[in-house]
């Protein structure tokens, strides 16, 4: 039987791979807000409508979480890339404690380092208002508003990767759904609460920024979301078991998650 050590060992290159993960995600963001939000940018000139800027910046940031999700390393840790979606995944009984404290402590970390190499790249623009580390806070509806829609639009991602991930036609189409949503959400949520669903995604704009505005928000909105996400499917009628933590289970690479049954 495997100690917490063994683990460990045996695991950190997932962990390392979730870091990198969230990391690349984040300096995506930090990169493309400030070519597309900067009013010294070029781009900015070229894309006066914000409504035209969000949608950009959407279709941006789906496709690097499909390329994250359908990269090697995506494929081989899971692509969690999110707290909220690994204690999900744990609830379900698809991840060992000891690998979901480290998965999440390895988002937080990669989440960070990722922006500060962003933001060394950038320069002053990063910390313009218009950016600002891509920090997440309410909008003008509110803390309620803005909490109501995280928890939401959490609860919708985490359904539909349950959803498909565990089906048979779809299951190879799990990362484009989820690209596809975050590009949707940042579309049409982002005004509400700019658009997080992730903690350690939010932990790493707040912290350089030193901006904590209704920063619980964003601590516990995706994680109510999601795990009534995993309680609804679940107890859908019909609803397939749950296959693996990984959101695109069907390849060769090494799986250190638990197959069998659902909780």
């Known amino acids: 039987m495997q100690g917490p050590s063994d683990i460990v060992r045996e695991h950190w290159p997932e962990y390392l791979m979730e870091a990198v993960g969230l990391g690349l995600f984040m300096i995506s963001a930090a990169v493309m807000t400030s070519l597309i939000e900067y009013p010294h940018s070029p781009l900015y000139a070229l894309l006066p409508d914000p409504v035209v800027r969000r949608v950009v910046i959407g279709i941006a940031m789906g496709l690097t979480a499909i390329g994250i999700i359908y990269s090697p390393w995506g494929k081989r840790s899971g692509a ?3 707290p909220a979606v690994t204690v999900t995944f744990f609830r379900l009984g698809k991840i060992r404690g000891m690998d979901a404290c480290f998965y999440v402590f390895a988002q937080f970390v990669g989440g960070l380092i990722g922006l500060y190499v962003a933001a060394n790249a950038i320069g002053m623009a990063i910390e313009h208002p218009s950016v600002n580390y891509v920090v997440t806070v309410p909008g003008l509806g509110g803390v309620g508003i803005a909490f ?25 189409w799990t990362g484009a759904f989820a690209g596809a949503l975050v590009a949707a959400y940042i579309m049409v949520e982002a005004p509400l609460s700019g658009m997080s669903m992730n903690p350690a995604r939010s932990f790493a704009s707040a912290l350089p920024a030193q901006l904590w505005t209704d920063f619980w928000v964003y601590l516990t909105a995706p994680f109510i979301g999601m795990l009534l996400a995993a309680e609804c499917y679940v107890r859908f009628p019909g609803a397939r078991r749950v296959l ?20």
């Open 80 to 82: 969690h890339l999110n």
């Open 244 to 263: 693996c933590a990984k959101l695109y289970h069907g390849n060769d690479t090494r799986c250190i998650f638990c197959r069998s049954g659902m909780a």
């Open 148 to 172: 109501a829609a995280e928890a939401g639009i959490s609860f919708g991602l985490m359904l539909v990767v349950l959803i498909v991930s565990n089906s048979t036609k779809l299951s190879a």
